[in-house]
């Protein structure tokens, strides 16, 4: 199972971004995706998931600023970033999940997000 992340970068504070996850028709026909983050020094954390059905979960952080979403004909998942802050900087990973607990897990590479001035 391969999910490819792509969109990172380095943006200023108040920007925006957006992430994207491309994954195959079988795991986007049936599996919850998501979007978690990991800055250096924490642990992973959940920013908001999607399930195959369309009902999402967000952090508190996210506060509106960030936006999930799908596109099923392209089997694309992305994260819409914006007003963005120094503490949004992570890792972000691109993760996919059936079940939970989950019976399958997969997680993307991750792609860097650097918000600076």
């Known amino acids: 199972v391969q999910l490819q992340a792509s969109g990172g970068g380095l943006v200023q504070p108040g920007g925006s971004l957006r992430l994207s996850c491309a994954a195959s028709?079988?795991?986007?026909?049936?599996?919850?995706m998501g979007w978690y983050r990991q800055a250096p020094g924490k642990q992973r954390e959940l920013v908001a998931t999607i399930t195959s059905d369309g009902r999402i979960i967000n952090a508190d952080f996210v506060k509106g600023r960030f936006t999930i979403s799908k596109d099923n004909a392209k089997n694309t998942v992305y994260l819409q970033m914006n007003s963005l802050i120094p503490e949004d900087t992570a890792v972000y990973y691109c993760?996919?999940?059936?079940?939970?607990?989950?019976?399958?897990?997969?997680w993307g590479q991750g792609t860097q997000v650097t918000v600076s001035s």
């Open positions: 993760n996919a999940r059936r079940g939970w607990p989950p019976t399958e897990n997969y």
């Open positions: 028709g079988r795991i986007f026909r049936l599996f919850t």
